[in-house]
């Protein structure tokens, strides 16, 4: 079973630079597969961030493509996320992935597993 | 404001049937299959319904998903305490580049 567990610092402060690290269990990321993030704000709904291939194909939420980075660490079995210049707005619940794309020749993703979440607060 | 619209809450008494709407354009459900997602509280989220009505393996045939056009919707049948969650639509959108989700419907078994 596929198993997914985000890290990272808990409180990030505004215009630093907010970084989340995902472990991979039960499966290899360079098996295939898109691996991505999620963001929940408290009290919103979900808002999806992007998501990256092991060759380096990415997909960006255009709101955010000036500010993230996203990486795959094969040899570690690891996902990150990094997100620039942040704001109280940056505050959310991130949720790291893993995508299918399961039709050929147009953007059709789903999302089949999710790891539990991790708040991160934006706060001087 | 959410690129794809639910209504914020459903509820039902156990055992009967609630429907989920999910309501969008031709840059996104009206070109793009749909998918539903659960999230309940402390749980990692759970796909239920992909590529508009088919389901994982393990997710039971209570659940199931259609869509028409430029809306889709989710039922639960039989509903049971335990599908007290809050459910989320997502398609891409051509428009925006993006994968977008609906704003998520609260649903209550009463």
């Known amino acids: 079973q596929v198993q997914l567990q985000e890290s990272g610092p808990g409180l990030v402060k505004p215009s630093e630079t907010l970084s989340l690290t995902c472990n991979v269990s039960?499966?290899?990321?360079?098996?295939?597969?898109?691996w991505g993030w999620i963001r929940q704000p408290p009290g919103k709904g979900l808002e999806w961030l992007g998501h990256?291939?092991?060759?380096?194909?990415?997909y960006f939420n255009p709101s955010l493509r000036s500010r993230l980075t996203l990486s795959v660490d094969t040899s570690k079995n690891q996902l990150s996320l990094k997100l620039s210049y942040v704001t109280a707005a940056d505050t959310a619940v991130h949720y790291c992935?893993?995508?299918?794309?399961?039709?050929?020749?147009?953007?059709?993703?789903?999302?089949?597993?999710w790891g539990q979440g991790t708040l991160v607060t934006v706060s001087s | 404001q959410s690129v794809l619209t639910q209504p914020p809450s459903a509820s039902e008494t156990p055992g009967q049937r609630v429907t989920i709407s999910c309501s969008g354009s031709s840059s996104n459900i009206g070109s793009y299959p749909v998918n539903w997602y659960q999230l309940l509280p402390g749980a990692a989220p759970k796909l239920l319904i992909y590529a508009s009505d088919q389901r994982p393996s393990g997710v039971p045939d209570r659940f199931s998903g259609s869509r028409s056009g430029t809306s889709a919707s989710l039922a639960i049948s039989g509903l049971q305490s335990e599908d007290e969650a809050d459910y989320y639509c997502s398609a891409w959108d051509d428009s925006l580049s993006a994968l977008v989700f609906g704003g998520g419907t609260k649903v209550t078994v009463l």
């Open positions: 039960g499966y290899s990321i360079s098996d295939g597969y898109f």
């Open positions: 992935a893993r995508i299918a794309r399961y039709c050929s020749g147009i953007n059709c993703f789903r999302i089949d597993f």
């Open positions: 990256i291939y092991e060759s380096g194909t990415t």
